[in-house]
């Protein structure tokens, strides 16, 4: 499968559930009607693409808690991955420049999960509160503690945003490891390769008994340093996905 069918194939899909989604808002004041059809989305995109996603760890999540999900992020199949493989209600922090996609950023905008413009430190501190108060609210959230995609898949360091957001909602942080993603979509390249995503899900690190500062930051070292531990034990396992190249 070349990869201008690939493409053409995650755009049907995904303008197919982004229409499904925006029709059922009205409906759906709870979102599980959304969130539904978010992980159908998602399996759906990795169908098209030639992906297989593999799944550890996920016994260490309780099913009636919310988390704060903190991962690695170095491709943009990654959202997928963790929408498919997780079974939870997990909202984004996306950035708000995706709302000016055609459908898929109306219904975006309509959606449960956060956008924050990164320009704006004030509204990333909105995009804080408010999804402190989703967490509380009973959802989990996912982070992307780089703050923005790795170009070599190397683990960059942290920011603090995902961590203060922690410990304001006093929810349990979850180390995630997303083991092959980078190699299926290069950055800077159009080509997407067939392969095997890993998720990898650690064990729930408690919420701080004390916020502040440096706790937020001790909690950042200890995060890091489980995901890297979660990479580095499948990549020299030789556990690492093998990929098809395509045209």
Known sequence: MTS??????IAVVTIFYSVLATLSMPF????????????????SFLFVSNIKLEVEGSE??????SYVYAANHSSYFDIPALLAGIDDRIRIIYKRELERIPVFGWQLRLSPFIGVDRSNPRDGMQSIARATEAIRSGS????????????????????RGAFLLAARA???IVPVALVGSASIMEAGSSKIRSGTIRLCI????????TPGKEQERAAME???YAIAQLLNSKESANQSPKFEHNS
């Open 60 to 65: 260490h999540l309780q099913p009636d808690e």
């Open 222 to 224: 200890q995060v890091r």
């Open 28 to 43: 759906d004041r709870r979102g599980r009607t959304y969130f539904a059809l978010a992980r159908r989305w998602s399996r």
């Open 140 to 159: 989990s959230v996912l982070v992307f503690p780089e703050g923005t995609r790795s170009t070599d898949g190397r683990l960059a360091a942290f920011k």
């Open 202 to 209: 650690g064990k729930p690190i408690p919420a701080l008994a």
């Open 4 to 9: 201008i069918f690939k493409i053409f194939g």
């Open 170 to 172: 006093q929810k349990p």
